[in-house]
Protein backbone atom coordinates (compact mmCIF):
# COMPACT_ATOMS: atom_id res chain seq x y z
CA UNK A 1 0.00 0.00 0.00
CA UNK A 2 1.39 3.25 -1.09
CA UNK A 3 -0.23 7.04 -0.45
CA UNK A 4 0.51 9.63 -2.98
CA UNK A 5 -0.13 13.52 -2.50
CA UNK A 6 -0.51 15.38 -5.40
CA UNK A 7 -0.16 19.03 -5.45
CA UNK A 8 -0.75 21.74 -8.01
CA UNK A 9 2.13 23.72 -8.49
CA UNK A 10 5.35 24.43 -5.93
CA UNK A 11 5.29 25.77 -2.52
CA UNK A 12 7.19 28.68 -2.05
CA UNK A 13 7.00 29.33 1.77
CA UNK A 14 9.71 27.87 3.97
CA UNK A 15 7.62 27.68 7.03
CA UNK A 16 5.56 24.98 4.93
CA UNK A 17 8.50 23.06 3.50
CA UNK A 18 10.06 22.71 6.52
CA UNK A 19 6.81 21.28 7.88
CA UNK A 20 5.86 19.56 4.77
CA UNK A 21 9.45 17.79 4.79
CA UNK A 22 9.46 16.80 8.54
CA UNK A 23 6.23 15.09 8.13
CA UNK A 24 6.24 13.49 5.18
CA UNK A 25 9.78 11.84 6.80
CA UNK A 26 7.83 10.64 9.92
CA UNK A 27 4.80 8.91 7.65
CA UNK A 28 7.62 7.36 6.06
CA UNK A 29 8.32 5.68 8.61
CA UNK A 30 4.74 3.72 8.73
CA UNK A 31 4.59 3.17 4.74
CA UNK A 32 5.71 4.62 1.54
CA UNK A 33 4.37 8.04 1.00
CA UNK A 34 5.43 10.30 -2.25
CA UNK A 35 4.22 14.19 -3.03
CA UNK A 36 3.81 14.64 -6.73
CA UNK A 37 4.09 18.44 -7.90
CA UNK A 38 2.06 19.70 -11.29
CA UNK A 39 3.67 22.93 -12.37
CA UNK A 40 1.42 26.06 -12.05
CA UNK A 41 0.25 27.52 -14.96
CA UNK A 42 2.45 30.15 -15.74
CA UNK A 43 0.85 33.82 -16.93
CA UNK A 44 -2.49 32.54 -15.69
CA UNK A 45 -3.89 36.23 -14.96
CA UNK A 46 -5.59 36.61 -17.75
CA UNK A 47 -6.73 33.36 -17.96
CA UNK A 48 -10.30 32.70 -17.41
CA UNK A 49 -10.86 30.16 -14.61
CA UNK A 50 -12.40 27.20 -16.05
CA UNK A 51 -9.67 27.18 -18.80
CA UNK A 52 -7.28 27.22 -15.90
CA UNK A 53 -8.82 23.99 -13.69
CA UNK A 54 -8.94 22.30 -17.26
CA UNK A 55 -5.19 23.00 -17.54
CA UNK A 56 -4.50 21.58 -14.28
CA UNK A 57 -7.17 18.79 -14.95
CA UNK A 58 -5.07 17.49 -17.96
CA UNK A 59 -2.10 17.70 -16.11
CA UNK A 60 -3.40 15.68 -12.95
CA UNK A 61 -5.24 13.04 -14.63
CA UNK A 62 -1.69 12.01 -16.32
CA UNK A 63 -0.59 10.65 -13.04
CA UNK A 64 -3.68 8.50 -12.35
CA UNK A 65 -3.45 4.74 -12.32
CA UNK A 66 -6.72 2.82 -12.99
CA UNK A 67 -6.46 1.37 -9.96
CA UNK A 68 -6.05 4.35 -7.68
CA UNK A 69 -7.76 5.54 -5.41
CA UNK A 70 -8.29 9.01 -5.47
CA UNK A 71 -9.60 11.30 -3.04
CA UNK A 72 -9.84 15.23 -3.82
CA UNK A 73 -8.88 17.92 -0.78
CA UNK A 74 -12.23 19.62 -1.62
CA UNK A 75 -14.54 22.20 0.84
CA UNK A 76 -17.45 20.20 0.03
CA UNK A 77 -16.10 16.76 1.05
CA UNK A 78 -17.05 14.73 3.92
CA UNK A 79 -15.66 16.06 7.18
CA UNK A 80 -13.97 14.00 9.75
CA UNK A 81 -12.14 13.98 13.40
CA UNK A 82 -8.57 13.10 13.68
CA UNK A 83 -9.86 9.57 15.20
CA UNK A 84 -12.60 9.35 12.28
CA UNK A 85 -10.03 9.92 9.48
CA UNK A 86 -7.61 7.56 10.81
CA UNK A 87 -10.84 5.01 10.88
CA UNK A 88 -11.29 6.20 6.95
CA UNK A 89 -7.78 5.79 6.22
CA UNK A 90 -7.34 2.08 7.80
CA UNK A 91 -10.42 1.41 5.93
CA UNK A 92 -9.29 2.64 2.53
CA UNK A 93 -5.72 1.23 2.92
CA UNK A 94 -7.11 -1.91 3.61
CA UNK A 95 -8.91 -2.84 0.45
CA UNK A 96 -7.29 -4.32 -2.25
CA UNK A 97 -5.99 -1.04 -3.76
CA UNK A 98 -2.71 -0.45 -4.10
CA UNK A 99 -2.34 3.41 -4.38
CA UNK A 100 -4.45 6.24 -2.30
CA UNK A 101 -4.01 9.46 -4.04
CA UNK A 102 -5.24 12.27 -2.25
CA UNK A 103 -5.12 15.38 -4.14
CA UNK A 104 -5.01 19.29 -3.50
CA UNK A 105 -6.13 21.29 -6.74
CA UNK A 106 -4.87 25.02 -7.72
CA UNK A 107 -6.46 27.91 -5.90
CA UNK A 108 -9.90 27.49 -7.52
CA UNK A 109 -10.30 23.66 -7.16
CA UNK A 110 -11.01 20.91 -9.95
CA UNK A 111 -12.39 20.98 -13.36
CA UNK A 112 -15.34 18.39 -13.74
CA UNK A 113 -13.47 16.05 -15.18
CA UNK A 114 -11.21 15.45 -11.78
CA UNK A 115 -14.56 15.29 -10.15
CA UNK A 116 -15.33 12.27 -12.15
CA UNK A 117 -12.75 10.50 -11.48
CA UNK A 118 -11.95 10.59 -7.84
CA UNK A 119 -14.11 7.84 -5.55
CA UNK A 120 -14.43 10.98 -2.91
CA UNK A 121 -14.29 13.67 -1.53
CA UNK A 122 -12.94 15.16 2.08
CA UNK A 123 -12.70 18.35 3.47
CA UNK A 124 -10.26 19.34 6.45
CA UNK A 125 -12.14 22.26 7.80
CA UNK A 126 -15.14 24.65 6.90
CA UNK A 127 -12.64 27.55 7.45
CA UNK A 128 -10.73 28.32 3.90
CA UNK A 129 -6.66 27.74 3.59
CA UNK A 130 -3.99 28.53 1.38
CA UNK A 131 -3.80 25.50 -1.11
CA UNK A 132 -0.15 26.17 -0.15
CA UNK A 133 -1.35 25.47 3.77
CA UNK A 134 -3.36 22.76 3.06
CA UNK A 135 -0.20 20.96 2.33
CA UNK A 136 0.77 21.06 6.10
CA UNK A 137 -2.26 20.48 7.67
CA UNK A 138 -2.62 17.35 5.52
CA UNK A 139 0.31 15.93 5.97
CA UNK A 140 0.62 16.43 9.93
CA UNK A 141 -3.42 15.11 9.87
CA UNK A 142 -1.81 12.01 7.74
CA UNK A 143 0.69 11.44 10.24
CA UNK A 144 -1.43 11.53 13.04
CA UNK A 145 -3.45 9.33 11.98
CA UNK A 146 -0.72 6.48 11.19
CA UNK A 147 -0.12 7.63 15.25
CA UNK A 148 -3.67 7.01 15.99
CA UNK A 149 -3.56 3.75 14.22
CA UNK A 150 -0.43 2.65 15.79
CA UNK A 151 -1.52 3.38 19.22
CA UNK A 152 1.13 5.74 19.95
CA UNK A 153 1.22 8.67 22.01
CA UNK A 154 1.40 12.00 19.66
CA UNK A 155 -2.57 12.32 19.42
CA UNK A 156 -4.69 13.33 22.95
CA UNK A 157 -8.25 12.89 23.34
Same mark, same amino acid.
Given at each position: ?6 ? =? ?5 ? !? ?6 ? @????? *?? %?? /? @? ?5 ? &? ?24 ? /?? &?? =???? &??? *?KEYSSVQF?? !? ?5 ? $?AVKNTVFV?? *??? *? #?? /?????RAQEKIAL????? $? ?6 ? #????? %? ?8 ? /?????
Open positions: MKIQLIV =VGKTRQD !FVLSGVSE @FSKRI *GH %YL /P @FEIIVVP &DIKNSKNMPVEQQKEWEAERLLKHFH /PN &DH =VILL &DEN *GAA !FLEKTTA $SIG *GAY *G #FA /PSVYASQMTF $SHQLVRLI #FVEQL %YRALTILNNE /PYHHE
